[in-house]
């Protein structure tokens, strides 16, 4: 089984970072909904090989997830949402311009540091309502950067092994990736497994899903000669 060098997460969503005097409406309510509160902590790995990307600011800035001319900007939500659940904002040409500007340095970001021999995993949570029973969620693309099915194989199995129950590509699917042909595979959390009934403050099982995804990075990392056994 092909293991790997590195890890680069991706975490775009965690930041509720914004100026809600741009927009009309409860904001708030939003952010609150559809912010990915503490991926950036939950993912985050104190091992050497395994680096973090994170935006710093709210999707309802700019959202670093979307595509270049992606196809949710026929709904006002690409890079820069105009519009989300009855609030609306008008943009300056300026202001598109400074979104793309981060947008951009975020995404060079990242470009830079997937190298040859890294996975890319980008790090998201969704609200408890759309869990369709789903505790966990892998996302991968059907193009080169699709990860081997040993490597999903091992993803999905890490987590039904801790009495997870596993959605592949659903409720959400595909996963941020390079021009590289780097592969890259999404894991989201759904919000209840970690966070208090809230959907924002961590619950005492925060450290242990922590720990459960850490674990996981260390299989990727290290663990090859083991689970080439169990194939």
Known sequence: METFKGIVLFIPHSSDNLDRSE???????????WTDWHTDVLFRS??????SVVFPYSR???DAERLI???MEKVSQGIAYRSIEGCERILTQQQLEDIHAKYKVIHDTLEEAAQPGCLIIDCHSFPADLDHGIDICIG???DASRPDDDILNLVAEHFTNAGLKVGINAP???S?????DIPTLMIEVNKRVYLQNDGK????????IKRLISSLYTRLLIDDVILSKNV
């Open 60 to 62: 309802f800035y700019c």
């Open 69 to 71: 001319d992606d196809p």
């Open 176 to 180: 941020m990736r390079v021009e590289k």
């Open 23 to 33: 927009w009309t409406g409860d904001i708030d309510a939003a952010v609150d909904r």
């Open 140 to 142: 991968f693309n059907e």
């Open 46 to 51: 104190d091992d050497d090989r395994v680096k």
């Open 201 to 208: 403050t961590p619950s005492g099982e925060f450290d242990k």
């Open 172 to 174: 959400y699917s595909n």
